[in-house]
Nanobody, 119 residues
Framework: QVQLVESGGGLVEAGGSLRLSCVIS????????MGWYRQALGKARELVAV???????NVADSVKGRFTISRDDAKNTVALQMNSLKPEDTAVYYC?????????????WGRGTQVTVSS
């Protein structure tokens, strides 16, 4: 069974940094993309950053220049380095992977980690 476990969230002052990490366990192959999404209270879940199997990245305009996504295929992890954090970055951050294997397409989510940025 595939599991995604996020870590690294917490409370930080505006201007500070956090590094989120997501460990992927279980039998998974054919990953197309790994990504981070976030959901603030009362708002819809939104894409933060995604990285493809080829290493291409896509970062939301709201975090461009501040957040960096990376992946380590040997360790089955994906990380999100967040710098210059702002109060509006406060949200639950979710790890996601999607891809395709012989049984069909798949899309897995972690349970999320809370990031709170104080002003």
């Amino acid at each position: 069974q595939v599991q995604l476990v996020e870590s690294g969230g917490g409370l930080v002052e505006a201007g500070g940094s956090l590094r989120l990490s997501c460990v992927i366990s279980g039998s998974v192959s054919g990953i197309n993309a790994m990504g981070w999404y976030r959901q603030a209270l009362g708002k819809a879940r939104e894409l933060v950053a995604v990285i493809t199997s080829g290493g291409d990245t896509n970062v939301a305009d709201s975090v461009k220049g501040r957040f960096t996504i990376s992946r380590d295929d040997a360790k089955n992890t994906v990380a999100l380095q967040m710098n210059s954090l702002k109060p509006e970055d406060t949200a639950v951050y979710y790890c996601n992977i999607n891809g395709r294997r012989f049984t069909g397409q798949y899309n897995y989510w972690g349970r999320g980690t809370q990031v709170t940025v104080s002003s």
